[in-house]
């Protein structure tokens, strides 16, 4: 079993862990499976996803009895724009496990950079881990027929970046749902401006709302809220490390519902990413413990 500080971690801890990366995965099989297989596009898909997603945050907020003062800010509610609206047009042509590999490793990959510019110093192994997994990323754009659609790929990656900033900017909240809440409901203006050049290709069905509502209220706003439950128990390099089954979960999901193929490209695309950034993890680790 896993430990925090030495101690084994609490079955209701890994179980939350494990209900909220399943969630996380969920986005991109939600998102993919709506645009592939309905009627619903990309900008609408964004928009119902915020708007359920504040909904639902805002709901769970009015549960409890302490003050639900806003903790959120207009730089957080940019980055989750940017962040949901580039998931969504990147997945009109990504796979779903290659979208997801890309997002979080652009996610891991900002965050690990950010403190190598706030003066973070990582030694030999961590370093030749954040190498292998930008090679990683590298590998899987390069060009050749197994190579994922480039511009596609490349919204992906601001996705994640744009995630990796919403991550940074958050990190001093004292209230993660009610910073979460507010930031979703700040977001609501920005995503339907952001919306305003693609009104002439709307266009949804009643299954795509449905998908879009499931991804903002259940995978989004109920699993963020499961994953903040779970930090509580988790500490920081096992939170970072657990959030690398994402794509490892959404690929399964991806050949199971879409019969997406699961390429030698991706293949070693994704052991880069995923086997450098889990070196880099390690070795921090062992530096916090020394």
């Known amino acids: 079993?896993?430990?925090?500080?030495?101690?084994?971690?609490?079955?209701?801890?890994?179980?939350?862990?494990?209900?909220?990366?399943?969630?996380?995965?969920?986005?991109?099989?939600?998102c993919r499976l709506a645009l592939a297989e309905t009627q619903i596009d990309a900008a609408s898909f964004t928009v119902l996803r915020i708007i359920s997603g504040a909904l639902l945050l805002w709901a769970l907020l009015a549960r409890r009895k302490r003050s639900r003062a806003k903790a959120g800010n207009w730089a957080g509610a940019?980055?989750?724009?940017?962040?949901?609206?580039?998931?969504?047009?990147?997945?009109?042509?990504?796979?779903?496990?290659?979208?997801?590999?890309?997002?979080?490793?652009?996610?891991?990959?900002?965050?690990?950079?950010?403190?190598?510019?706030?003066?973070?110093?990582?030694?030999?192994?961590?370093?030749?881990g954040l190498i292998l997994a930008m090679v990683g990323v590298v590998a899987l754009l390069l060009p050749g027929s197994s190579a994922p659609p480039l511009i596609s790929s490349l919204v992906m990656l601001l996705s994640g970046l744009a995630w990796g900033a919403y991550s940074l900017l958050g990190r001093s909240t004292s209230d993660p749902l009610a910073s979460t809440a507010d930031n979703f409901l700040r977001s609501i203006p920005l995503v339907?401006?952001?919306?305003?050049?693609?009104?002439?290709?709307?266009?949804?069905?009643?299954?795509?709302?449905?998908?879009?509502?499931?991804?903002g209220a259940v995978t989004s706003g109920l699993g963020y809220a499961i994953w903040y439950s779970a930090l509580r128990g988790l500490g920081?390099?096992?939170?970072?490390?657990?959030?690398?089954?994402v794509p490892i979960l959404a690929a399964a999901a991806g050949?199971?519902?879409?019969?997406?193929?699961?390429?030698?490209?991706?293949?070693?695309a994704a052991a880069a990413v995923l086997g450098g950034l889990t070196l880099v993890l390690k070795a921090r680790n062992l530096k916090s413990r020394a």
């Open 1 to 30: 079993m896993p430990e925090v500080a030495g101690r084994p971690l609490p079955l209701s801890t890994a179980l939350l862990a494990s209900l909220a990366m399943l969630a996380f995965a969920g986005n991109s099989v939600l």
């Open 78 to 128: 940019l980055a989750l724009t940017v962040y949901a609206a580039a998931f969504s047009f990147a997945y009109m042509q990504l796979d779903t496990g290659v979208g997801a590999l890309l997002l979080f490793g652009a996610v891991q990959l900002s965050m690990l950079l950010f403190g190598l510019l706030r003066g973070e110093r990582l030694g030999a192994a961590a370093s030749a």
């Open 192 to 215: 339907l401006f952001a919306a305003l050049p693609f009104l002439d290709q709307v266009h949804w069905d009643t299954t795509g709302a449905l998908l879009a509502v499931l991804s």
């Open 236 to 245: 920081s390099i096992q939170a970072a490390s657990i959030q690398l089954s």
């Open 255 to 268: 050949m199971l519902l879409f019969s997406e193929p699961l390429t030698p490209r991706v293949l070693i």
